[in-house]
């Protein structure tokens, strides 16, 4: 394969990375308007029913709720383009360095749940399309279905129930970290991972099913068909490579899906990840906290889906810019 | 021909004979339609009549607290003296079948209010969109922005903002989901206005207003009935998700995530407080998602023969 080369795809490059700012700027502002948007005062929301007026008047001036909005407005620009998400008001402690502590497992699980649903998806989907209206195909595409619809909590306790409670495989809650050596690791993040993969595993195993067939109806196979090409290299090397498009932007939109399922699986399994500590500072109505983990979960969706747009640029040279 | 056989009657014979011929004809062609609409029905009038097939869901019995289902006992698990209800009673003692019918209303509420909330709202913007350039600049960029923000996240922020009210939980699922109905609704309507009869009407001098609600409307009723669809399927799952992490319904309101919730501590030794409800989200959501799929197999047959 070759790899584009020429002005105009540098200037998509270059395009594509700037156009992210626009899209940065709306989330930010939508995150600094979450505590604006509070009915009453947000101050005396964050700090509970029970607070005494010099605790709120602390939270105010804390978070510069005593200033004109604009001048907040952009005093909290200025601060998170330096790196500072601000101080939590439960601990005390900078939000950037709580969310430093709590990424290694969340970033652990997601992508040990990416590598597992595209293993298991990618083939499916095409061993679907390959035996397109048989029961095989139909088996899949029921399981699709199935694996769409059940809510990941739902399988996560199912899960539990069958391979910790009575099987005892695997343990029922807690993480072990990687760097306490890679069998623990596994053993502690098999069961969230299948859990939090069933939903991507359906997901892409439908739209790989979809593309697959889409591109065996294609003249080029039949060309390849017909020159005497054996069945697994018009798989591979003919229809999967160009069926991948629609494929890899699906892990994109799913990473979506991903994000808010993290959040679900740790508080199931007890993983102190970020999603823990956005169940945490919810409960808590710990606003700096809140607000820098959906700035950082955000901007993991658009770094990752401009990663997927920049990667056309190498998977289907057909594309014009 | 028709009209002559049934000269008796308002409707001639022939003519209803056609209607019930058509009617079987869309059942044989769309099954899932048919099944997955009969199996909500059901589900709709059970959480309906829900004060004539259980009883109260919030009366408490100390005395018969954390009491196996008596279903299982079928299966041969439990002993005959200690069950209590078809689906066991939870840490309070309450009827834990009562609650999970019960708890059919607030899914069924939040999932249809979130799917006509989003859909009216994206659907203005929508229109909005496809035909005005300048909003549609303003509109676009700030629903791309909302996209970026995972959904989950933000309801959870939102309701942790507005405090726990079924209202609320209908709301903060609403906003995230309006951006992408935009955009289904923008897709449809960039299509629809290069099409002749539009380019027609608008040369024959007729306004925008009745362009939009007379040649453009009605084309994005079929997209937008299946998008809706997944929509509630997916408010389903959030508010049960919203409820189990604390952030959404009332506690004392018996839902499907808020009875998982609550069922979570005793998991391990009393398992059918999470399971019942756990399998009545599932299937609900699977039927919903079920009856999306057949809806966008009938109506819009382009986007079917992509998808399967």
Known sequence: MRFLSGPRVYAYIVHRILATIPVMGVVGVAVFMLLHLTPGDPAAVIAGDYARPEDIARIRHQ?????????????????????????????????????????????????????????????????????????????????AVLGFSVPVFVIAYALMWVFSLKLGWFPVQGYKSISDGLGPFLHSIALPTVALGVIYVALMARITRASMLETLQEDYIRTARAKGVDNRSVLIRHALRNASVPIVTIIGIGIALLIGGVVVTESVFNIPGLGRLTIDAVLRRDYPVIQGVILVFSAAYVIVNLLIDLSYTVLDPRIRY | MAAVAGAGSVYPSGVVQARAAKVAEFARRNPTVIVSASVLLLMALMAGFAHHLASDPMALDPAVRLKPPCMMETFGFESRTSCRGWFGTDHLGRDVYARTVFGARISLTVGLAVAALSTTFGLVIGLLAGYVRLFDAIAMRVMDGLMAIPSILLAIALMALFGSSVQNVIIAISVPEIPRVVRLVRAVVLTIREMPYVEAAVSSGTRLPRILLRHILPNTFAPLMVQATYVCAAAVIVEALLSFLGAGTPPEIPSWGNMMAEGRVYFQIKPWMLLFPGICLALMVLFVNLLGDGLRDTLDPRIARRMR
């Not at chain 1, 601990?91 to 430093?100: N, Q």
């Not at chain 1, 590598?115 to 088996?139: E, H, Q």
């Open chain 1, 63 to 143: 978070l510069g709720l005593d200033r004109p909005v604009h001048i907040q407005f952009f005093t909290w620009v200025g601060s998170i383009l330096s790196g500072d998400l601000g101080v939590s008001i439960f601990s005390d402690l900078p939000v950037a360095h709580l969310i430093g502590q709590r990424l290694e497992p969340t970033f652990a699980l997601a992508a040990a749940t990416l590598v597992f649903s595209v293993v298991i998806a990618v083939p499916m989907g095409v061993l679907a399309a390959w035996k397109a209206g048989t029961w095989t195909d139909r088996i899949i595409m029921i399981f």
